[in-house]
């Protein structure tokens, strides 16, 4: 049945986003915000708005009382966009035991893509490429034993993701440390305290593949690159990749169809690997993000098509074919896009970047042929340090094939970008 009203279980420009692409349905939205986030411009975006009880992220991350929410303003479907409980398989059970869509990979997929040790487990069976790695629930001895092994390596969060739980480690490193910091990030940042190392390859390139399905078919809409990243931080993205070949696109693609092939994978998901620059045969699946990503605005560029009004379509009901998505209607990408993230941001004495509070005083952003704006941001809005500091994500497209063209056009808009 097609969703016929949507909770957003998000706030900032992704629920404003998923609002948008509603309306282009004639889907009734609304939107969810603590008691500390009224002034978000998401509030005033949707058909309706309920506040919650509770503030900061504490309140979008309670089950309970957004699972009441759908089901008290007469939600048939919850979008949870991404961060907070978009892949909480928890989440997921709780609205299906209600009757309620999550829009997104069911529960199921959920925990199998949650836990990355258990997605590194099916790539391996299907030969998809990996790098060495300790088991799951690494304890301090089995890291300093893999170490031993490599001359350095990543420790990572069995959950979760953005950066979050995850240390470099090299030999002559005070290990202990860095684990039980990467321990206690996690537990922090997922509520799991667990972590495994995988082998640092060294000078990589962080490369993605979008993969959207319906339960029975799945297709590939290309990739996209996110070297640029900052304390594991995505913040800059480019689709297609400039840097790779037609023979590593294959192997990337495919891949990443065939491990969301095996498991009848539906909605989005993206599958993301590193690659070697000083050996690009050397390719490492790492983990599946099994929800909406922060840039799949670039995708949308080259390819014209809506991720999320597809993801609503798919959610209630309609197939792939019935959206024309054949991997052989699937368009060539036009031209090259970039998404550069705009933080509201101080930095710590220790050189980390943390969210800061202030009011908006001016906010003028870019405009302009093939430039585009995902915002929620104001002249008035006071910044809440409670949340990510994500305000805006500037992306520049060009239909040309030279890769410089779109470069000076994101670099002329966010010169024109004012926000004091």
């Given at each position: 049945?097609?969703?016929?009203?949507?909770?957003?279980?998000?706030?900032?420009?992704?629920?404003?986003?998923?609002?948008?692409?509603?309306?282009?349905?004639?889907?009734?939205?609304v939107?969810?915000?603590?008691?500390?986030?009224?002034?978000?411009?998401?509030?005033?975006?949707t058909d309706?708005?309920?506040?919650?009880?509770?503030?900061?992220?504490?309140?979008?991350?309670?089950?309970?009382?957004?699972?009441?929410?759908a089901?008290?303003?007469?939600?048939?479907?919850?979008?949870?966009?991404?961060?907070?409980l978009?892949e909480?398989?928890?989440?997921?059970?709780?609205?299906?035991?209600?009757?309620?869509?999550?829009?997104?990979?069911s529960?199921?997929?959920?925990?199998?893509?949650?836990?990355?040790?258990?997605?590194?487990?099916?790539?391996?069976?299907?030969?998809?490429?990996l790098?060495?790695?300790?088991?799951?629930?690494?304890?301090?001895?089995?890291?300093?034993?893999?170490?031993?092994?490599?001359?350095?390596?990543m420790?990572?969060?069995?959950?979760?993701?953005?950066?979050r739980?995850?240390?470099?480690v090299?030999?002559?490193?005070?290990?202990?440390?860095?684990?039980e910091?990467?321990?206690s990030?996690?537990?922090?940042?997922?509520?799991?305290?667990?972590?495994?190392?995988e082998?640092?390859?060294?000078?990589?390139?962080?490369?993605e593949v979008?993969?959207?399905?319906?339960?029975?078919?799945?297709?590939?809409l290309?990739?996209?690159?996110?070297?640029?990243q900052?304390?594991?931080?995505?913040?800059?993205?480019?689709a297609?990749?400039?840097?790779?070949?037609?023979?590593l696109?294959?192997?990337?693609?495919?891949?990443a169809?065939?491990?969301?092939?095996?498991?009848?994978?539906?909605?989005l998901?993206t599958?993301e690997?590193l690659?070697?620059?000083?050996?690009?045969?050397?390719?490492?699946?790492?983990?599946?993000?099994a929800?909406l990503?922060?840039?799949?605005?670039?995708?949308?560029?080259?390819?014209?098509?809506?991720?999320v009004?597809?993801?609503?379509?798919?959610?209630?009901?309609?197939?792939?074919s019935?959206?024309?998505?054949?991997?052989?209607?699937?368009?060539?990408?036009r031209?090259?896009?970039?998404?550069?993230?705009?933080?509201?941001e101080?930095?710590?004495?220790?050189?980390?970047?943390?969210?800061?509070?202030?009011?908006?005083?001016?906010?003028?952003?870019p405009t302009?042929p093939?430039?585009?704006?995902?915002?929620?941001?104001?002249q008035?809005?006071?910044t809440?340090?409670?949340?990510?500091?994500?305000?805006?994500?500037?992306?520049?497209?060009?239909?040309?094939?030279n890769?410089?063209?779109?470069?000076?056009?994101?670099?002329?808009?966010?010169?024109?970008?004012?926000?004091?």
């Open positions: 049945m097609p969703v016929e009203k949507l909770l957003i279980a998000n706030r900032g420009e992704i629920a404003i986003r998923i609002a948008r692409a509603a309306e282009d349905l004639g889907i009734p939205s939107a969810i915000y603590s008691t500390d986030d009224h002034s978000s411009l998401h509030t005033q975006i309706e708005s309920r506040g919650l009880e509770g503030s900061g992220v504490a309140a979008y991350l309670d089950i309970k009382q957004l699972v009441e929410t089901i008290t303003t007469g939600c048939d479907a919850v979008h949870p966009g991404y961060g907070f978009a909480n398989s928890d989440f997921a059970s709780a609205l299906e035991s209600e009757g309620i869509t999550f829009v997104g990979p529960s199921q997929h959920l925990a199998l893509f949650g836990d990355k040790v258990a997605a590194r487990e099916l790539a391996g069976q299907l030969d998809v490429p790098v060495p790695a300790t088991p799951a629930s690494a304890s301090l001895e089995d890291v300093e034993a893999f170490l031993d092994e490599h001359e350095a390596v420790i990572k969060a069995v959950a979760g993701g953005g950066g739980g995850m240390r470099e090299r030999r002559g490193d005070d290990v202990g440390s860095i684990f910091r990467c321990q990030e996690a537990m922090s940042a997922f509520g799991v305290g667990d972590v495994y190392a082998r640092l390859i060294e000078s990589a390139r962080h490369v979008q993969i959207i399905g319906d339960g029975t078919a799945v297709v590939h290309g990739e996209r690159e996110c070297t640029l900052r304390q594991n931080q995505k913040i800059v993205e480019i297609p990749s400039p840097s790779i070949g037609s023979d696109r294959d192997l990337l693609t495919s891949s169809t065939r491990m969301a092939s095996h498991v009848d994978y539906r909605s998901g599958w690997f690659v070697d620059t000083n050996d690009f045969s050397t390719v490492a699946f790492i983990e599946t993000n929800r990503q922060v840039e799949h605005t670039v995708t949308e560029e080259v390819t014209g098509i809506d991720l009004r597809s993801q609503l379509l798919l959610a209630g009901g309609a197939s792939l019935d959206l024309n998505l054949r991997q052989d209607e699937v368009p060539t990408p031209g090259f896009a970039i998404q550069c993230r705009v933080n509201t101080t930095m710590t004495d220790e050189g980390s970047a943390r969210p800061t509070g202030g009011t908006i005083s001016t906010y003028e952003t302009g093939g430039i585009r704006t995902d915002s929620y941001g104001y008035g809005y006071p809440n340090p409670n949340f990510d500091s994500l305000i805006a994500k500037v992306i520049a497209h060009s239909p040309s094939n890769y410089e063209d779109v470069v000076r056009r994101v670099k002329r808009a966010l010169s024109e970008f004012r926000i004091e």
